[in-house]
């Protein structure tokens, strides 16, 4: 079965600083490549999503990475707030123009005041 | 724009219970599909709808649990019996081609 390894399970980070986290798929339809924000007692939403044909792309503070060689892809959020403090989740298609995404563990992210 | 709307929040039934859950997607989107959220198993797409036909339900983890999209406005996710191992949280995602997935706020589903 396909899987999409999420990294870090859980991360501290100072207000400020940057939170990073990492994904990397297996073979997978090149669609789109989303991040999911989860606030505790809500269902995911969408944070920011790239398209396999760039290698970056910025939203204020969020930046995806998208390593297509190394089937990795990874968020960045700059100038790390306390409201991000969230659970993250990375997804990947499975099947081409179906949207059926397989979804990673999660990282729960705590930003200190 | 509504968003997508599950009911009930949250479900306490006994084991051997039927349990229904109910979706209403964002009006316009044409798939629609049922996860599973589990702190062992992070989220599980359970069966996913196009045009209100099943087109993938091979996440669906036994034969008690059914789902049905009887028009583009309606979806249920039924356990029968329900057992205490399917304590979860389920969501229900709406989408449209081109859009990526909105999720509702899940059914705490607690089996005793």
């Known amino acids: 079965q396909q899987q999409v390894k999420q990294s870090p399970q859980s991360l501290i980070v100072q207000k400020g600083g940057i939170s990073i986290i990492n994904c990397a798929y297996e073979?997978?339809?090149?669609?789109?490549f989303p991040w999911y924000q989860q606030f505790p007692g809500k269902g995911p939403a969408l944070l920011i999503a790239?398209?396999?044909?760039?290698s970056e792309k910025k939203e204020g503070r969020f930046t995806i990475s998208f390593n297509k060689s190394a089937k990795q892809f990874s968020l960045h959020i700059m100038d790390s707030q306390p409201g991000d403090s969230a659970t993250y989740f990375c997804?990947?298609?499975?099947?081409?123009?179906?949207?059926?995404?397989?979804f990673g563990t999660g990282t729960r992210l705590k930003v200190l005041a | 724009d509504a968003g997508v709307i599950q009911s009930p929040r949250h479900e306490v039934t006994e084991m051997g219970q039927e349990v229904t859950l109910r979706c209403k997607p964002i009006?316009?989107?044409?798939?629609l599909f049922w996860y599973r959220q589990t702190m062992m198993r992070g989220l599980e797409l359970l069966i996913y709808?196009?045009?209100?036909?099943?087109?993938?339900d091979s996440g669906m983890p036994e034969d008690r649990f059914s789902a049905k999209m009887p028009n583009a406005s309606f979806s249920t996710l039924k356990i029968q019996p329900s057992e205490p191992r399917d304590s979860a949280v389920y969501f229900c995602?709406?989408?449209?081609?081109?859009?990526?997935?909105?999720f509702g706020n899940g059914t705490r589903l607690t089996v005793t």
């Open positions: 995602a709406s989408s449209y081609p081109g859009s990526p997935l909105h």
């Open positions: 073979n997978t339809a090149f669609d789109y």
């Open positions: 790239i398209r396999p044909d760039v």
């Open positions: 997804a990947a298609p499975t099947t081409s123009g179906t949207y059926k995404y397989i």
């Open positions: 009006s316009g989107h044409n798939s």
């Open positions: 709808f196009n045009n209100n036909v099943p087109i993938d």
